[in-house]
Structure formats: C-alpha cells, structure tokens
C-alpha cells in the first residue's frame, strides 16, 4: 500500500512512531497530485513548496521530541472559499481570482498550529453556489468514478482529492448540501457539522445562516480526527457554540443497541432514482440486524424546504456578496464614474449562477416582497425546525439518501438551473435546521457509481453520525472505496482539458 | 405666519469607546488615512463582526437617559447600498427593532414653557467611511477613501414631529447634547462631527390633524446651521404655499457659504435599502436587571448639577444654570475650584470672558488652550493686586489666543500693576498741576471730580495703576 492509499489514521500512526517522515507522506500526495490532477482538475491552488517547508518543520520538531498533534505532519487541501494567509483565495472567481487575503481562517490557523501541511486550493462552484463544481470560473472538476460525470458540489475540488489519494483529508463548506452531495457522488464520507460547531472566520460567506464548514475523509475515524481540531467555539466568531468539544475519537466503537432510528419517508420528489432508494432501505435493514430500532419518520414541511432555501440563501448572498465592488481587493473593472465602476465590475467578475442568485435575493428583499418572500421563508424554515424537533422526540438518528441520483453527466444540468437546484433536494432541511449531518457510501449503483446515505442528529451529536458512519464502513468488505481511475491509462490525455 | 411648522430631528451621535462597534481597532480620530482599519471594518471576504459590549453599554446608557423602553431583544439588520465609502456594501444598524424607543426629553417652548419632545427611537449602527473628492485632471479628478472612521459606533436618536419652531429644534439640540455628555456616552462635538442632525420639516394650517408634506435637510455643522436652515426652509415652504403651490418631496443641503439651502436629490431617488437581520450577529439580549442598573448608574445631569451648584458653592441659581448647561463648562469650573476656592469669583469669570471667547472661537471648553490652571494663575493674580481686573480680561484674551501663560502674557506686555507710591506720587502731582479747574470743583464738594482724576492718572499709566492707591493718594494730595 501506498502512502497517499492510507488514511488519515494510519498516516499519523506512522507519522507518531517514526515509521515515515511528513515529507516523505507530502512527497507521495504531492505526486499523486501530479499524476491524477491534470486530468480530474481538483485544484485551483497548488502549494508543494509550502506543504513539503511545513513538513520539513514538523519533521525536525519530532526529530527533537517535541510533543506534537496527532495529525501534525498529516496533509490536507482546503476549499479555495476558505481564507489562507498570504495564499490566493479565489472562491473560484473573477472576482478574487489575484485576492490574497491579509489573514487565515480560524480553521486553517488551527491546521497550522497542529503542523497539517496544506497540499493547495480545491475547486468548487464561484463562491459556492452550485452543486456540480461546474460554475467554477476556471473550470470544471471530474468525477473520478466516471470522467464524463459530474463529482457534485459545491465542494467537488475537496471530495475529488480525498476520493482519489490526492489528499487524505480536505476541508469544505456546508450551505445547502455542498460537502454531502459530493461526497456521496464520489464514495467518500463528509460531515457537515452543528452549525455553529466549527467557527465562519474566514469562510468566505455565501449564506451565513447557512454556511458551515466540514470534514471530508475517507473513514469517519478520519472524520473525527479532524473535527477534534476544527471544533470549538471562537470569539471571532458570534454564532460560534460555546459548549464544550467532545473528543470525537473516544467511542466511536460500533454497538447500536436501543438507537432509534427514524427512515424518512420523502414527499413527491421528482426524478428520485429507485436504486437510492433501495439502498436506504437496505441500510435500514442492516442496522436492525444490529440492534437498532427502526421506525418511519416523515418531515412534512421538508416539501417546501427547497423553495425556502432558494429565497433565503440568495437573500443573503445578495447582501454577503455587495462588497466586491473593486475598491478594496479584488477585480476591478474601469468606468467612467464610480456607479460605472461598480457595475463593470461586478457585471465582469461575477459568473451566471452568482448573478442569478443576487438577482433572486435581491428581488425577495426587496420593498413589496419582502413579507412575501423572505419573510415567509424565514418562517417555514423554523417550521421545519420543528418537525425536526419533534422527529427526535422520537428518533435519535435519522437516515437517508445523501443524493436523489448517482453523478449526473457534465452539462447535463447547466441549462436548467431548477433541476440543478433538485439535486440538494435530500440535504437542504437539514441546513435550515442547524442540524448536523453526515453523508457516507451506501454502495453501489448498477452503472458503478457510488451511492450516499445521510444520517441526521440532534444539534451537538456528531459522535452518534460518525460511530454510525463507521458501523456502515464495518459492513464492508473493502474500505475505504477508490475508484481505479483506469481511464487514466486507457484515454490519458483526452481529458486533459 | 399663519402656518404651523413641524420638525422632527435625526441626530447621529458618535459613543465614546475604546474600539469600533464589531472589531478592536481604536475609535478614535487619526490624520493619516486607513491606520485605523483591518479586515472587519474593511469587510474583507470571510471577516465576521464581533459586537462590543462597551458600545452597547454606552448605547443602553443613552436609551435610559432618555427615558426610553430598552428592548430586552433586539438585533442588528443590514441595510443593503452601494457606495464606496460603505466597505460591505450594507451598513450593520437596527432596523425593525431598535434598542430604545417611546423616550423623551424636556425642553422649554416659545413660551418658556416646560415641553416635553417624544424620542421615537434610539439605536445603533455603523459609522461609514469618508470619500475625498480630489478635482482636477483631464479625467476630472479621482476619488480618495479613508476608512478610519468605517465601523465607528453610532447611536441615531430620532424625535417625534413634536417640535414648532426652529429655536424648539435649537433647544431640543442643547438638551440633548447636554444629556448625552453629562451621561459620558459621546463628547457631541458637532464641528467635529460626533454629533450629526438631519431634520424633517413640513407645515400645516394650525389645527389639521395631518402633516404637511415635508423636506429633509442635511449638511448642518452647528447648531446655529440648524437653526438658519430651517428658518431657511420654512420661509420657503411658507411662500410656495402662499402662492398655491406644493412643496415637494426632496432632500436640500445646507450651504454654509451661501446661507441656502440647496436641492440634493429629489424623492425618486429614495433607495430600498433591503433591511433583514443581519445573519453574522447573534441578537442582542438584555435582562430587566441590566436596564435597571444602567438607569442607576446613569452620572449625575445637567439639573442635578446645578442643584448641587447651589447647595455645595452657594451660587445663585443663575450662575449654576449657565454653568452647567455644558458639561464641560462644569467641569472646567470644578476643575479652577480645586485650586482657588472662591466660587463666585470664578463662576464670574468662567461664565463671562472665558465663556466668551469660547462662544467666538467655537469651542467647547475643554479644547480651550486656557485651562483651569491658567484661569487659577489669572484669578491669583487680581487676588494679590498683581493686576487689575480690567487688565485680567486683557491677559485673558492674549492668553485665550495665544495659549501663553497669562503670568507671561503679563511680563511679556508690561502689564504689572504699579503699587509703588513714589512712582503714582509723581503721577498724581501731574494730574493735579494740569487740572486746576478740576480740583476746584472737588474741593467745591463736587465728589464727582474726583472721579475724572482718577481716570486721568489710569489713562496715564494704560490701566496699570492700583486704582484703590490711586484715590487714596489724590484725596490726601487735594486735602493738603
Ligand atoms: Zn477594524
């Protein structure tokens, strides 16, 4: 086995005994990165000076007994709408293509401080809106189960670098769906955690109330290695949790006996593939098998869930996306008076879906509609609230699918932004929720694709999502899944782009 | 006139903090452009807002001090607008819930009558930057922004329409300011800018229950601005009514140079600024506790002060009611007590010459270069006959002026008093061999002549002498 093979575990196992150095583990992502990256295009940023100068580091403070992070010297990528000091974060736009923020995200200080040496920026849709990585203003990331597919998004750049041991971790961003959809189009496990648990600072907003950064791995173990680092209240951040942060490790042994588990039974849903389905039943039935306590759970107001993400995330991305104006930072376009300026600007250096989404928010915030459109969203999303209180009345776990569909095709959503926007259909409530969430492979679909499931907690449980995720990994005969990339050999450079 | 005005004030006043509202860089004034600034207040991508709790104190503080209902919840919203001195293309104020509203303050009306004007609401929001306009050029000149001030914490204080003239708004300004400072939560220092006014103004025949249609005027750096500017306007509106017409909608300036008023921007232009709860702030929460406390510790006011002015230094209440119309007029009193214990001298001086120049100049008074310790040195001085007080209010203005010491002011100038007998001795024998005719008529029994001998001796000597020495000497000189 490799090294850019092992999880993040194994790696830092080895790390701590001595059996490798940080460097030799950078060296073998890095070149696996240069293998693999030119063709399924994860990253926007690459950094192997930077990750193989901090491993350098990590290595002589071991070398002098230091006691050190158990992921120090472990690498990771970080999702380019997450800020690095003094390293590009373009959040895959025009718009910030050449801004290189003054600070580092509270996330990524914590990376630092723990000796996590950064492998570069991943790609995702601009600033986050989307849910195939197309809308990246650079370019598109591929599925590495199927080149021709789509690897999901908005976080596509980070599922793709874990899927393919080009990272054995990565950090992404949450809003409505964008670590859990790719993670489960790529057979990967991504956590999007309490929002609230893992500090905004420097998370480049979209939706606020929404965006949560998270874990991708490829174990839950992984998962929660990295949530041991990443959680915890920050004063930097207001809507940061003050309660205290478990160790995420400890207990994450399977034993379901007395869960309660709640299958939730989705409304009409167009366009649900039967297999997803199947899948979540099967899932279902393996944790009865096993002690839990499975009973059907409906979440009526999930109907129009979608409808009030797509007028409150818009809403305030409208407003979080005013300040690219050319004056401070960023792209700046001429013009012959400042309102020319600002509208050459932002008309030059914003893509179609971020444009659309301003227009949208703008539009439901406006005079006249506001009661209408925000406001009533607003209320439906603390109805939903509810329904998710009162389901874990009864339920401690919800599960189910983390995608209605396997990979769709590249383009074959683009034109049609609604069935773009069904396709976080299964994570959005969630979101509005605050709840934490976990997406984790649930096998395979018959066209050899990956297939996600979605597990739900109570606000603060990601231990129960992460020990369940790992009961499912436990299923398995081969774990962690990886795709051959066969067609690295078989088509080479065709896709290179 | 036979209408009836209406004004209603927004007043934006800058706190008094150690930081900014949502980040920890300093509050306070710098030249230099952008030292004050980081990525919050610059609102680079991924910077959140962190409320300061000091800047929430202040502004609780004003809410109770003007009797108004603190709102246990709140929150702070976003009102969205582009502009570049508006880093994040919103500024963070409070919008559907403000932190203070139904409060009050007593002012007098025309008729010097107790009036008392409704505060509709107190809250707190963001400062903006400052765009500089730099003309010339082919290009027609380019634009400067300075972000110092960006994220500075205000508090906006909009009356009710309660006010009926100019002078009530002029009041309703003093009082106001007068609160604020004696609670310690703004210095209000209008030429410097913390403390702002809008005012809406509007008239109506006496006795309609609707209001007129009104106009916002803006752009006023003194009270006295105010006050010229809606005088301004209501003679304005008086004569568009006059003759038929209606008054419009719009916005007007002030021009201080021209002393008009100037159309800004009609009502088409009024922006929809898209106000919803602002996602990165947690809301603001306050127990009944809190308030109360607050109401509590609230300093003591301008009333109480003077109150106490009365009681402790035994000034009239005349004296006590000027003094402490400005709090730092107060304090500079207090402050001259320490070291020269005689109240009404000082008070006298303090509410007289020194308020004057302060008057002319424009300034509060603790930004005089006379400080309390000058006024000590100068009253010290009358007090051991180094001089006169008519000369002190010379050295007084020289010092004023110049911000010399007024014992320099004096040696510099020559304006020591004469005391030496000999030296008046010589005087007085000129005065009196060059007016024969006058010292007849005082030897005649006509007291008064000797009053024009003296003068004749002090305009000898340019004021300089002991005027006591001087008559006592003369009398003894005639009567020998
Ligand atoms: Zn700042």
């Keep these: ?497 | 006139m036979k209408y009836e005005v209406v004004i209603g004030l927004e007043v934006h006043v800058e706190m008094l903090t150690g930081s900014k509202l949502f980040c920890s860089c300093p509050n306070r004034f710098v030249a230099e452009p952008n030292v004050n600034t980081c990525p919050v207040c610059l609102g680079f991508p991924g910077a959140l807002p962190q409320l300061n709790r000091e800047a929430l104190q202040q502004a609780l503080r004003a809410a109770v001090a003007l009797n108004c209902k603190v709102a246990l919840y709140s929150y702070f919203d976003r009102k969205n607008y582009f502009y570049p001195d508006m880093p994040k293309g919103y500024q963070i104020s409070q919008h559907y819930i403000p932190l203070g509203s139904n409060g009050f303050l007593d002012i007098e009306d025309e008729k010097g009558e107790l009036k008392q004007v409704g505060i509709g609401r107190v809250h707190i929001e963001e400062d903006a930057g400052k765009l500089l306009h730099e003309a010339g050029g082919a290009s027609g000149g380019s634009s400067m922004v300075d972000y110092n001030r960006a994220g500075g914490p205000l508090i906006e204080i909009v009356s009710e329409p309660d006010l009926r003239s100019s002078g009530e708004a002029r009041r309703y300004l003093e009082k106001l300011k007068s609160i604020m400072q004696y609670a310690g939560v703004s210095d209000c220092k209008m030429e410097e800018g913390s403390l702002r006014c809008d005012a809406n103004v509007s008239l109506r025949i006496p006795g309609d229950q609707s209001f007129g249609i009104k106009t916002e005027l803006k752009n006023m750096n003194s009270f006295r601005a105010v006050e010229k500017s809606l005088d301004h306007d209501i003679k304005r509106q008086a004569r568009i009514l006059d003759s038929g017409e209606k008054v419009v909608t719009q916005t007007l300036r002030w021009d201080e140079d021209r002393q008009e008023t100037i159309v800004m921007r009609g009502k088409l232009e009024a922006g929809d600024y898209r106000c919803f709860a602002d996602p990165e702030l947690a809301p603001i929460e306050l127990t009944a506790e809190e308030v109360e406390l607050a109401r509590q510790n609230l300093p003591e006011m301008a009333a109480e002060r003077a109150r106490r002015f009365v009681e402790q230094y035994g000034l009239p209440e005349y004296d006590a009611g000027v003094l402490t119309a400005s709090r730092c007029l107060a304090d500079y009193f207090e402050s001259c007590l320490e070291h020269f214990n005689k109240p009404k001298e000082v008070s006298n001086w303090v509410m007289g010459e020194f308020s004057a120049h302060l008057n002319n100049a424009g300034l509060e008074a603790d930004q005089a270069s006379f400080t309390p310790e000058d006024m000590v040195e100068l009253l010290k001085m009358i007090d051991e006959q180094v001089i006169s007080g008519k000369i002190a209010k010379e050295v007084l203005e020289k010092a004023f002026v110049s911000g010399k010491k007024p014992r320099l002011v004096v040696e510099e100038e020559g304006l020591l008093q004469i005391s030496d007998q000999s030296e008046l001795e010589a005087i007085i024998d000129r005065v009196i061999s060059e007016n024969p005719d006058t010292v007849e008529s005082y030897r005649g029994g006509k007291g008064k002549a000797l009053g024009h001998l003296v003068g004749q001796v002090m305009k000898a000597t340019r004021g300089k002498a002991n005027p006591q020495l001087v008559n006592e000497l003369l009398v003894k000189k005639i009567n020998s």
């Design chain 1, 1 to 497: 086995m490799r090294l850019y093979e092992m999880t993040a575990a194994e790696l830092s196992r080895r790390l701590q005994s001595r059996e490798v150095s940080s460097a030799e583990v950078v060296r073998s992502f890095l070149e696996r990165i240069d293998e693999v990256d030119p063709y399924l295009r994860a990253f926007i940023t690459r950094t192997p000076d930077l990750a193989l100068k901090s491993a350098g580091e990590i290595d002589s403070r071991r070398m002098r007994g230091e006691t050190l992070h158990p992921l120090a010297g472990v690498p990771i990528a970080v999702k380019d709408n997450i800020s690095t000091l003094a390293l590009r974060t373009t959040c895959a736009s025009r718009i910030l293509e050449n801004y290189i923020p003054p600070f580092d995200a509270t996330v990524v200080a914590a990376l630092k401080k723990a000796g996590m040496p950064i492998l570069g920026k991943t790609n995702l849709d601009e600033f986050a809106m989307g849910s195939s990585t197309e809308n990246s203003a650079f370019f598109p990331t591929r599925n590495p189960w199927d080149p021709g597919r789509v690897p999901g998004g908005s976080s596509g750049g980070s599922v793709v670098a874990v899927a393919t041991g080009m990272a054995p971790l990565a950090l992404g961003s949450d809003t409505g769906g964008s670590i859990r959809q790719p993670a489960s189009l790529c057979g990967v496990t991504g956590l999007r955690p309490t929002y609230g648990r893992v500090s905004r600072y420097g998370l480049v907003a979209f939706a606020s109330s929404l965006d949560q950064i998270g874990t991708v791995s490829t174990t839950a173990f992984d998962g929660a290695l990295l949530m041991n680092l990443i959680a915890g209240y920050d004063p930097l951040d207001s809507t940061s949790l003050p309660e205290e942060v478990p160790d995420y490790r400890a207990g994450l042994e399977p034993g379901l006996d007395k869960l309660r588990v709640g299958l939730i039974r989705y409304g009409r849903v167009d366009g649900f593939d039967p297999e997803v389905t199947e899948a979540v039943n099967k899932a279902a039935s393996m944790l009865e098998e096993h002690g839990a306590k499975v009973g059907e759970v409906s979440l009526p107001l999930t109907d129009y869930g979608l409808s009030a993400y797509y007028l409150i995330a818009p809403s305030e991305a409208s407003s979080n996306l005013g300040r690219y104006d050319g004056v401070r930072y960023g792209f700046c376009a001429d013009g012959d008076s400042i309102e020319a300026m600002f509208s050459r600007t932002r008309g030059e250096g914003f893509g179609a879906e971020v444009k659309r989404r301003i227009m949208i928010g703008t539009y439901a915030l406006s005079a006249g509609y506001y009661d209408a459109y925000y406001l009533k969203a607003m209320k439906v999303r603390t109805l939903i609230r509810r329904d998710y209180e009162k389901a874990f009345k009864k339920f401690d776990l919800l599960l189910g699918a983390a995608s209605p569909t396997p990979a769709f095709k590249l383009g074959e959503k683009t034109e049609d932004p609604l069935q773009m926007y069904l396709s976080d259909v299964c994570n959005i409530t969630d979101s509005l929720a605050g709840m934490p969430s976990l997406a984790v492979p649930g096998g395979f679909h018959s066209s050899g694709l990956p297939l996600g499931l979605q597990l739900t907690a109570r606000p603060m449980q990601e231990k129960l999502l992460l020990k369940t995720g790992r009961f499912f990994e436990e299923q398995r005969a081969e774990y962690p899944l990886r795709p051959s990339l066969d067609f690295l050999e078989e088509r080479g450079g065709d896709y290179e782009i």
